[in-house]
């Protein structure tokens, strides 16, 4: 049983530029979300797909947006970046929409300069 | 929204002593309550949940309380060990409007167990 996987591990962009982030959900979820985590905080629910659609987002502005496909696979898309967006960005899966354990990947360390 | 605050921020204590993390949530509707242990470099990883139709779980050297009429849950960790370091953070959530993903955490407490 493959774990949930996250690609890229590190990368550095510029104020403006944009960017898609990578999760391979762990094998039989079909629920995946993303979180934020900024230095020393806790992570921040940003939205949840599944079956393909968003069903829930916490308090993120448009500019992040996501996908998910029928390999249960995700993208999270973050357009216009700034310097808070800066953070680890954390994939979890898990097998129902609203019960259970979230499995998380290791993350992504954005940092915008 | 709900909040979910946690204490402390840090912790050190002695290998073999226990260790006690707080968390209190404000949602009265929240009835979710996980643990979670994220180390140096990776994920959180759960490592003990609760929900509100419970008021105590325990897992081994691990235990959780709830007091939901105070609205704050607690993580016990007996015997510690040096594999116990590691930043924990409380989560909440409503299970039934806002979906079990859709988790609050703690600002997280950093263990430190010393030998």
């Known amino acids: 049983e493959t774990g949930v996987t996250q690609s890229p591990t590190h990368l550095i962009k510029t104020r403006g530029q944009q960017v898609t982030l990578r999760c391979s959900s762990q094998?039989?979820?079909?629920?995946v979300s993303w979180y934020q985590q900024a230095l020393g905080q806790g992570p921040q629910f940003i939205f949840q797909?599944?079956?393909?659609?968003?069903?829930g987002r916490g308090n993120f502005p448009p500019r992040f947006s996501g996908l998910q496909f029928p390999n249960n696979s995700s993208e999270l898309n973050v357009n216009a970046l700034e310097l808070d967006d800066s953070a680890l960005y954390l994939c979890?899966?898990?097998?129902?929409?609203?019960?259970?354990?979230?499995?998380f990947g290791e993350g992504s360390r954005l940092t915008v300069l | 929204g709900e909040n979910v605050e946690q204490h402390p921020s840090t912790l050190s204590v002695q290998e073999g002593d226990s260790a006690v993390i707080k968390c209190t949530y404000s949602?009265?509707?929240?009835?979710?309550f996980p643990w979670y242990k994220q180390e140096l470099g990776k994920g959180p990883q759960l490592i003990i949940d609760?929900?509100?139709?419970?008021g105590e779980k325990k897992d081994q050297r691990i235990a959780v309380t709830l007091n939901k009429t105070a609205k704050h849950f607690s993580l016990h960790i007996t015997e510690t060990q040096p594999e116990d370091s590691a930043v924990y953070f409380c989560?909440?959530?409503?299970?039934?409007?806002?979906?079990?993903?859709?988790?609050?955490f703690g600002t997280g407490t950093q263990l430190k167990v010393e030998l």
């Open positions: 797909y599944y079956r393909e659609e968003e069903n």
């Open positions: 609760i929900r509100s139709n419970v």
């Open positions: 979890a899966s898990s097998s129902g929409q609203g019960t259970g354990e979230l499995f």
């Open positions: 989560a909440a959530s409503d299970e039934v409007t806002g979906g079990g993903n859709k988790l609050t």
């Open positions: 094998s039989g979820h079909n629920t």
């Open positions: 949602d009265s509707a929240s009835n979710y």
